[in-house]
């Protein structure tokens, strides 16, 4: 059951990796029904083939108006506006603020997942007041009085925890962990995804944390919290876990935390080959594969178990040769889940789970 029908506000962004946020919701949401997406660049295209060239019957449209033209005459009344813009810092500009207050005053609930707090503008805040609708700032941390640190009890988690890591920040480490999830599903096991990032969030994973906003000492005792909660609450075979950034990135250093307090039993690395320095970062060369391989596994005792091609600039008629290039690389199964699925995947990690004789791979 979704919460309502969403109106995604990319503007400007759709066709860049400032879009990342409204890619995902475009791609999977479980928190939503999508209606359209706003960005006037993009308008007149369908979603899904602006982002992988399939049909999505999400389209673009140019403005607030535009998108609320297209919900009433589609029968299907808009309850919210999503901001989808990812943008480096997190923040809010004016005339995204001013869309922003438009929608609020059209009726619109408002879920953002910037570091720009929407609830800390007393405007904002009056209008959606008024207007009878809320804001929820996805990225706003708990009070630190409602935080948890790390205390032990991931031990008592006995379902098998797989961390989705990658080579680098934007690079489909959620996407993957998404599909990975369904496939596991699919094959009749239970599971539940740990969200890392606001966009997992608004994609429905109910078990979810921001790191990026959280205060350092809580961070290790949030994930700790949230894998032991999913736990807790549903007793899945698997629990899957989305990385953050890499922990070779100079920017974005991910994955320690997630190592250190979830405990997986075995890592996935999502890695995009045509890349040759680090994301945002000219000069900044990537560390090898086999390199960054050898780093998860030297800090967490943790293996890394396949690894997850993104496709981004590579010809899809050689996707079969890059695969087997970096099986041969790695000696590690290599899949791209986006275009050959992850069933084989599932299979791979249903496969290790059932061969495990307890604790830590």
């Not at 995902?24 to 899904?48: E, P």
Request: hydrophobic share 40%; charged share 25%; proline share 4%.
């Amino acid at each position: 059951m979704t919460e309502g029908s969403a109106i995604v506000y990319c503007q400007d962004a759709f066709l860049t990796p400032n879009g990342k946020t409204a890619h995902g919701l475009v791609r999977f949401t479980r928190r939503y029904d999508v209606l359209c997406v706003i960005d006037r660049q993009a308008s007149g295209k369908d979603a899904g083939e602006v982002l992988y060239g399939a049909k999505k019957s999400i389209p673009i449209v140019a403005s607030l108006d535009e998108a609320l033209a297209f919900a009433e005459s589609s029968s299907r009344k808009a309850s919210h506006f999503v901001v989808g813009l990812a943008p480096d810092g997190g923040r809010l500009g004016d005339e995204a603020r001013n869309d922003v207050s438009q929608a609020i005053k059209r009726g619109l609930h408002v879920d953002c997942g910037l570091h720009d707090f929407l609830t800390d503008d007393p405007t904002l805040q009056d209008e959606a007041k008024r207007a009878g609708v809320r804001i929820r700032d996805i990225r706003k941390p708990p009070d630190r009085s409602d935080l948890h640190f790390f205390s032990g009890k991931i031990e008592d988690v006995t379902s098998f925890r797989i961390a989705v890591l990658g080579t680098d920040s934007a690079v489909g480490k959620r996407t993957t962990a998404w599909r990975l999830v369904e496939s596991l599903e699919k094959a009749g096991r239970s599971v539940q995804m740990i969200g890392t990032g606001q966009t997992a969030w608004l994609q429905g994973a109910k078990h979810s944390l921001v790191l990026d906003s959280l205060v350092n000492d809580f961070v290790s005792g949030e994930i700790e919290h949230a894998v032991w909660s999913a736990w807790d609450e549903h007793k899945p075979d698997f629990i899957v876990i989305e990385g953050q950034g890499s922990l070779l990135n100079p920017a974005y250093p991910g994955g320690f935390e997630i190592l250190a307090a979830g405990r997986p039993h075995a890592v996935i690395m999502q890695h995009a080959p045509a890349r040759k320095e680090y994301d945002g970062f000219p000069g900044f060369a990537m560390h090898p594969l086999p390199r960054q391989i050898e780093a998860v596994e030297m800090v967490s005792g943790t293996p890394v178990v396949a690894i997850t091609l993104n496709h981004e600039q590579l010809d899809l008629n050689e996707l079969g040769v890059w695969c087997r290039a970096l099986e041969t690389l790695t000696g590690l199964p290599t899949v791209d889940v986006l275009v050959q699925g992850a069933d084989r995947l599932a299979a791979e990690m249903i496969k290790i789970a059932d061969s495990r004789n307890g604790g830590i791979l």
